[in-house]
C-alpha cells in the first residue's frame, strides 16, 4: 500500500472519528461502536483492533461536548 493510500484512509477514518465524536459522547457503548463501524464500513476504511479499541475508550472517556475528539493514527483502505 502506498503512503498516500494510507494517508487517505487515515484521513477518512479521522473524519468518521470526529463525526461520531461529535454527537455520540453520551450515548451507551454499543451505540457508539455500531456508529463508528458504520461509518468506517460507509467510508471504506477500516482500523485494526488495538486502533479501534483505543478509539472507542478515548470516546467514551468524553465527558462534555468541549472534549476533541480521539485521533486516528493509522488506518487502511478496505481491499
Known sequence: MTDEKQQAATEAAQRVVEEVS???YSADDPMIADQLDEGLR???VRL???ERSRILAEIDAM???SSTAPQVRSAQPVE
Open 42 to 44: 460507509k467510508a471504506g
Open 48 to 50: 485494526d483492533d488495538d
Open 63 to 65: 465527558k462534555d461536548e
Open 22 to 24: 461529535s454527537w455520540q
